[in-house]
C-alpha cells in the first residue's frame, strides 16, 4: 500500500513545486477522495475512516498524532507539523498515512471496489498497472 500511496501523492504534487514541501497545508489525496468516498459512505463514514487511518498511522509516526479530522473531513495541524520537521519526515507520515487509509478501504469494501474508486479519480494508476489485491505493482 505504500507504493501505491507514495504514487498518489506524486500525481497530486504540482509539477513546479517541490514534491517534499508541496501541498503543506492540505493533503491533496485526501481532499480528491473526499467527495468520492463521501457518496460511497457519508461525510461521517468518511470522517471516521480517516480517523482510524490517523489513528493507526500515528502508532508508527508520532508527529501524526498532532493532527487531527476536521468535521469537514479535512486534516488540521499539518502546517505546524511539518514547521518543525525535515521534509523527508513529512513525506513519509503523509505516506504512511495513506496506506493505512487505503487499506482500510480495501478492508472495508474489497480490493476490486477500492481499485475502480482510485482509478476513476487516477485514470493513470490503471496504466501503471497496480494490483489493490495485495498493493504492489505489476
Given at each position: 500500500?505504500?507504493?501505491?500511496?507514495?504514487?498518489?501523492?506524486n500525481?497530486?504534487?504540482p509539477?513546479?513545486?517541490?514534491?517534499?514541501?508541496?501541498?503543506?497545508?492540505?493533503?491533496?489525496?485526501?481532499d480528491?477522495?473526499?467527495?468520492?468516498?463521501?457518496?460511497?459512505?457519508?461525510?461521517g463514514?468518511?470522517?471516521?475512516?480517516?480517523?482510524?487511518?490517523?489513528?493507526?498511522?500515528?502508532?508508527?509516526?508520532?508527529?501524526?498524532?498532532?493532527?487531527?479530522?476536521?468535521?469537514?473531513?479535512?486534516?488540521?495541524?499539518?502546517?505546524?507539523?511539518?514547521?518543525?520537521?525535515?521534509?523527508?519526515?513529512?513525506?513519509e507520515?503523509?505516506?504512511?498515512?495513506?496506506?493505512?487509509?487505503?487499506?482500510?478501504?480495501?478492508?472495508?469494501?474489497?480490493?476490486?471496489?477500492?481499485?475502480?474508486?482510485?482509478?476513476?479519480?487516477?485514470?493513470?494508476?490503471?496504466?501503471?498497472g497496480?494490483?489493490?489485491?495485495?498493493?504492489?505493482?505489476?
Amino acid at each position: 500500500m505504500r507504493s501505491i500511496a507514495q504514487r498518489l501523492i506524486n500525481y497530486e504534487t504540482p509539477v513546479n513545486a517541490a514534491s517534499d514541501t508541496a501541498n503543506v497545508t492540505t493533503f491533496r489525496v485526501t481532499d480528491r477522495l473526499r467527495p468520492h468516498l463521501a457518496t460511497l459512505m457519508g461525510n461521517g463514514g468518511f470522517r471516521a475512516l480517516l480517523a482510524r487511518a490517523l489513528t493507526l498511522a500515528s502508532a508508527e509516526v508520532s508527529w501524526l498524532r498532532a493532527v487531527q479530522v476536521n468535521p469537514d473531513g479535512t486534516l488540521e495541524g499539518l502546517a505546524a507539523a511539518h514547521a518543525g520537521l525535515k521534509p523527508a519526515q513529512f513525506r513519509e507520515g503523509r505516506i504512511v498515512l495513506l496506506a493505512q487509509l487505503l487499506g482500510l478501504l480495501v478492508a472495508f469494501i474489497g480490493p476490486g471496489l477500492t481499485s475502480r474508486l482510485l482509478c476513476e479519480i487516477w485514470p493513470q494508476l490503471a496504466a501503471d498497472g497496480v494490483d489493490f489485491g495485495n498493493g504492489v505493482t505489476k
